[in-house]
């Protein structure tokens, strides 16, 4: 399957702080999404995005989808220790073996200090 | 509000053990998934279905099967369990126009392969 490299892996912030992560990819992509993990619990939908160049919000947080199709980001502002948890992105390709098939990169794990 | 139920949220096994993983959604979804979610891999798909007795291979269907009899209801086996597939396994489903449309996860079930 296709590819998505996503960065960082890991963060510690202090509350408070603003957050940024980020997704690669080698070829295009027409749909960025991103999913929020929270402990023991499955991957939720936070912001899909569907047009390059598209920035989109949802509260406190902020994604985009890269003027290329190669790359989508995600902000979070003024983080809250609710905000802890696994963060995916994932999109899909026009050389995904399937229409109904996503992509899902690794994940970044975000902790937040009181 | 959607609902996906994995049956477990822990199963221990062993190895060469037949195993059940199940699934139900309550939203009468077409399309369903099986991930498994492995640290630094994120979520890889294993199988999917469109409709009642259709199925499709994912990225890593090796060592796997599924069976959808009835559309709420998909089932993930594995005929003979094996230490590497000790994993979390994420059950999804989703509305047909998919990939636009939303994933609904379940909560997971963490198996362990002795």
């Known amino acids: 399957g296709q590819q998505l490299n996503q960065s960082p892996q890991s963060m510690f912030i202090q509350e408070g702080e603003d957050v940024s992560m980020n997704c690669t990819s080698s070829?295009?992509?027409?749909?960025w999404l991103w999913y929020k993990q929270d402990p023991g619990e499955g991957p939720v939908l936070l912001i899909a995005l569907y047009k390059a160049g598209e920035l989109t919000s949802n509260g406190r947080l902020t994604a985009q989808f890269g003027i290329t199709r190669k790359d989508s980001f995600l902000n979070i502002s003024a983080s809250i220790p609710s905000d802890v948890g696994i963060y995916f992105c994932a999109g899909t390709s026009f050389y995904s073996g399937s229409a109904r098939q996503l992509t899902f990169g690794s994940g970044t794990q975000l902790t937040v200090l009181p | 509000d959607v609902k996906v139920t994995q049956s477990s949220r822990y199963l221990v096994k062993r190895t060469g053990e037949k195993v059940f993983l199940e699934c139900v959604q309550d939203?009468?979804?077409?399309?369903m998934f099986w991930y498994r979610q492995d640290p630094g891999l994120g979520l890889r798909l294993i199988y999917f279905?469109?409709?009642?007795?259709?199925?499709e291979k994912g990225d890593i269907p090796e060592g796997y099967s599924v069976s959808r009899e009835k559309k709420e209801r998909f089932s993930l086996i594995l005929e003979s369990a094996s230490t590497n597939q000790t994993s979390m396994y994420l059950c999804?489903?989703?509305?047909?126009?998919?990939?636009?449309?939303?994933?609904?996860f379940g909560s997971g079930t963490q198996l362990s392969v002795l």
């Open positions: 999804a489903s989703s509305y047909p126009m998919y990939p636009d449309g939303e994933l609904f």
């Open positions: 939203m009468d979804h077409e399309n």
């Open positions: 279905s469109y409709d009642v007795k259709m199925k």
């Open positions: 070829s295009i992509f027409n749909t």
